[in-house]
């Protein structure tokens, strides 16, 4: 069964770093691309960043575009978001996400990893 | 970027009435339209993909219509289970998938 875990969200300063781990299972991990999309107090879904299965392309909103990476790690069937000169509007409920026929799909037990960024 | 819009932002409904939320698109999306399902504390659900057919294990009170720039959910006979929020994405134009704003359904 699909399994989706993230991890490392924190209450950090305006201007902080965080990474952001996801751990996959109950899939060919490196089959997929995979896709971090956010969710802040009140808001929409807002999705932030993807990674093609190779690694080899990636995307980012324009919110985050030039402060935030993604990547991943294959042999570890691990997906991380690497979050730099973060600011308040980044506050958010993170989730990692797996594509699938260009769909994005969740993991139903997924909890998501909250990112407060607060001075 | 493409722009969704989905109305109204809250939409009150008795249980066994029938519920009607919009999705626009500030541009065509063809039937590249998905429709999530979030319930307070889960991750979003996907519910409909291609504007219409929907996802597995979803019951067939949910049904999705519209093509290019409208859209449409209805969800016949409502039961407690489906009072959430719904959001509306289009994946017409990959990488840059937008969501919409969310339309809460709540019980009247």
């Known amino acids: 069964e699909v399994q989706l875990v993230e991890s490392g969200g924190l209450v950090v300063q305006p201007g902080g770093s965080l990474r952001l781990s996801c751990a996959a299972s109950?899939?060919?991990?490196?089959?997929?691309?995979m896709h971090w999309v956010r969710q802040a107090p009140g808001k929409g879904l807002e999705r932030v960043s993807l990674?093609?299965?190779?690694?080899?392309?990636?995307f980012y909103a324009d919110s985050v575009k030039g402060r935030f990476t993604i990547s991943r790690d294959n042999s570890r069937n691990s997906l991380y978001l690497q979050m730099n000169s973060l600011r308040t509007e980044d506050t958010a409920l993170y989730y990692c996400?797996?594509?699938?026929?260009?769909?994005?799909?969740?993991?139903?037990r997924g909890q998501g990893t909250l990112v407060t960024v607060s001075s | 970027e493409i722009v969704m819009t989905q109305s109204p932002a809250t939409l009150s409904v008795s249980p066994g009435e029938r519920a009607t939320l919009s999705c626009r698109a500030s541009?065509?999306?063809?039937?590249?339209l998905a429709w999530y399902q979030q319930k307070p504390g889960q991750a979003p659900r996907l519910l409909i993909y291609?504007?219409?057919t929907r996802a597995t294990g979803i019951p067939a009170r949910f049904s999705g219509r519209g093509s290019g720039t409208e859209f449409t959910l209805t969800i016949g006979s409502l039961q407690s289970e489906d009072f959430a929020v719904y959001s509306c994405?289009?994946?017409?134009?990959?990488?840059?998938?937008?969501f919409g704003q969310g339309t809460k359904l709540e019980i009247k």
């Open positions: 994405q289009q994946y017409n134009d990959w990488p840059s998938y937008t």
């Open positions: 291609g504007a219409s």
């Open positions: 109950g899939f060919t991990f490196d089959d997929y691309t």
């Open positions: 541009q065509s999306v063809t039937n590249k």
């Open positions: 990674i093609t299965s190779d690694g080899g392309s990636t």
């Open positions: 996400a797996k594509e699938r026929e260009q769909l994005i799909h969740f993991d139903s």
